[in-house]
Nanobody
Framework: QVQLVESGGGLVKAGDSLRLSCTAS????????MGWFRQAPGKQREFIAG????????NYVDSVKGRFIISRDEAKNTMYMEMNSLRPSDTARYYC?????????????WGIGTLVTVSS
């Protein structure tokens, strides 16, 4: 069983930055891909970024490309997402997951999410 815990969300103003973290614990059979989804109020949960098990490959959806940076620290079993130039449209609950690295994939494991609110 794998547990994922997100942190780092909060209330910020448009143009500000935040860094989200996701720490994994439990038993892992192998190195795993990870990613981030988000769910805005009244909308479906959507994939936004993923990173391969060795960190060599990353993928972003267009809406966050160039503003968000996904990374991971294997020694700490932690994944990060640096979010820059935040917009009110980025307001959502952000979830980390295993093992999706692209849209159209259904994660096996989810965290409970961390709320990001961006005011104009």
């Amino acid at each position: 069983q794998v547990q994922l815990v997100e942190s780092g969300g909060g209330l910020v103003k448009a143009g500000d930055s935040l860094r989200l973290s996701c720490t994994a614990s439990g038993q892992f059979g192998s190195v795993y891909n990870m990613g981030w989804f988000r769910q805005a109020p009244g909308k479906q949960r959507e994939f936004i970024a993923g990173i391969s098990g060795n960190g060599a490959t990353v993928n972003y959806v267009d809406s966050v490309k160039g503003r968000f940076i996904i990374s991971r620290d294997e020694a700490k079993n932690t994944m990060y997402m640096e979010m820059n130039s935040l917009r009110p449209s980025d307001t959502a609950r952000y979830y980390c997951e295993i093992p999706c690295v692209k849209s159209g994939c259904l994660p096996t494991y989810w965290g409970i999410g961390t709320l990001v609110t961006v005011s104009s």
